[in-house]
């Protein structure tokens, strides 16, 4: 099962129709955990900050029923094809600089206009012919910086059409602008959020996974940025909310891959970052993927889950950095 469409970054945004990439080859290198000195987030990140003795949510039954307590938890990544087409999201390493790389945009208005550096292969959620999000996730390790697009489409060897674009210092904890979308509802990155292959093959996976939910509140909760809820309804989660599996859920029977995963999910949560199916968290694309390993993790339930009161993490409004313990 594919998960719903994105509903776009921005709340009046929608999503064109799917074009074809100019054919070429596909040669970047598959993402690993702490390669050379770009990390994808740092340390004192809220990705990276611990959640599992933070204090329970005041409204944490009601987003958890609004979510979908009967709902399985999905992991929407792995290997091989879903209807015919890869699933998850794919990041396309980047170590050496290429040119800058003209990127034209629908919402240009909370978007960077410029800056990015594509590079000719890079890969598109779902593959060229998708009619999804097309998400395009470049982690560039040369300048420490995520280059991301929400519904891209390639228009030449140096040129992006895209609904919305984002530019990420990975070196930095500046958060965007107040109000400001990204390639996600929320406004976050996407990279720092995936599940990576190389981090569940290792075993531990040290950060927050992003996650999505059929409907949420026109409000947004930091680290979020912008919201596109579909209504206010104090019974909807906002973007930017946490959530965790509950330290009572037993992890131990499960396969690695998933096991990595659920600890995960356990001890730093998930980041509620956009509309779409209910419980769907989300990896990259990888051929090491095994998916009968990763379907263990659909035997969780929405009730499994609970919302943390993050709040007492944060530091400055406009910083992604997390208070010291």
Same mark, same amino acid.
């Given at each position: 099962?594919?998960?719903?469409?994105?509903?776009?970054?921005?709340?009046?945004?929608?999503?064109?129709? $799917?074009?074809?990439?100019?054919?070429?080859?596909?040669?970047?290198?598959?993402?690993?955990?702490?390669?050379?000195?770009? %990390?994808?987030?740092?340390?004192?990140?809220?990705?990276?900050?611990?959640?599992?003795?933070?204090?329970?949510?005041?409204?944490?039954?009601? =987003?958890?029923?609004?979510? @979908?307590?009967?709902?399985?938890?999905?992991?929407?990544?792995?290997?091989?094809?879903?209807? @015919?087409?890869?699933?998850?999201?794919? +990041?396309?390493?980047? #170590?050496?600089?290429?040119?800058?790389?003209?990127?034209? /945009?629908?919402?240009?208005?909370?978007?960077?206009?410029?800056? =990015?550096?594509?590079?000719? #292969?890079?890969?598109?959620?779902? @593959?060229? $012919?998708?009619?999804?999000?097309?998400?395009?996730?470049?982690?560039?390790?040369?300048?420490?910086?995520? =280059?991301?697009?929400?519904? $891209?489409?390639?228009?030449?060897? #140096?040129?992006?059409?895209?609904?919305? @674009? %984002?530019?990420?210092?990975?070196?930095?904890?500046?958060?965007?602008?107040?109000?400001?979308?990204?390639?996600?509802?929320?406004?976050?990155? +996407?990279?720092?959020?995936?599940?990576?292959?190389?981090?569940?093959?290792?075993?531990?996976?040290?950060?927050? +996974?992003?996650?999505?939910?059929?409907?949420?509140?026109?409000?947004?909760?930091?680290? %979020?940025?912008?919201? $596109?809820?579909?209504? %206010?309804?104090?019974?909807?989660?906002?973007?930017?909310?946490? /959530?965790?599996?509950?330290?009572?859920? #037993?992890?131990?029977? /499960?396969?690695?891959?998933?096991?990595?995963?659920?600890?995960?999910?356990?001890?730093?949560?998930?980041?509620?970052?956009?509309?779409?199916?209910?419980?769907?968290?989300?990896?990259?694309?990888?051929?090491?993927?095994?998916?009968?390993?990763?379907?263990?993790?659909?035997? *969780?339930?929405?009730?499994? *889950?609970?919302?943390?009161?993050?709040?007492?993490?944060?530091?400055?409004?406009?910083?992604?950095?997390?208070?010291?313990?």
């Amino acid at each position: 099962m594919r998960a719903s469409r994105h509903i776009p970054a921005l709340a009046t945004a929608t999503a064109l129709a $799917a074009v074809c990439l100019l054919p070429g080859p596909v040669s970047a290198a598959p993402a690993a955990p702490g390669d050379g000195p770009c %990390a994808t987030s740092l340390p004192d990140s809220f990705w990276r900050a611990p959640v599992d003795t933070l204090p329970l949510h005041p409204a944490s039954a009601r =987003y958890v029923s609004s979510i @979908g307590s009967a709902q399985p938890l999905h992991p929407d990544f792995g290997s091989g094809l879903i209807e @015919g087409q890869p699933f998850g999201i794919p +990041i396309t390493v980047s #170590d050496t600089q290429v040119p800058e790389t003209k990127v034209t /945009l629908d919402y240009p208005e909370e978007s960077e206009r410029s800056g =990015y550096r594509i590079p000719q #292969d890079a890969r598109v959620e779902n @593959g060229p $012919a998708s009619d999804g999000d097309r998400h395009v996730v470049v982690w560039d390790r040369g300048l420490c910086k995520s =280059y991301e697009l929400f519904d $891209a489409k390639q228009q030449g060897p #140096d040129a992006w059409h895209a609904g919305s @674009g %984002a530019i990420f210092d990975l070196r930095s904890h500046e958060l965007r602008p107040d109000g400001w979308t990204s390639a996600d509802a929320a406004g976050l990155a +996407i990279l720092p959020g995936l599940v990576r292959y190389e981090e569940a093959a290792a075993g531990r996976i040290d950060h927050a +996974i992003r996650i999505t939910v059929p409907r949420s509140d026109q409000s947004y909760l930091w680290p %979020a940025r912008h919201q $596109a809820g579909a209504a %206010a309804d104090a019974s909807l989660p906002p973007m930017g909310l946490r /959530l965790r599996l509950k330290d009572s859920v #037993d992890t131990t029977r /499960l396969p690695p891959q998933a096991r990595a995963v659920a600890e995960a999910l356990k001890k730093y949560g998930a980041i509620v970052a956009d509309n779409g199916s209910p419980w769907y968290i989300t990896g990259e694309e990888h051929s090491g993927w095994d998916n009968s390993q990763l379907d263990a993790l659909k035997d *969780f339930k929405g009730s499994d *889950f609970e919302a943390v009161d993050a709040s007492g993490l944060r530091l400055s409004p406009d910083s992604g950095a997390v208070a010291p313990k």
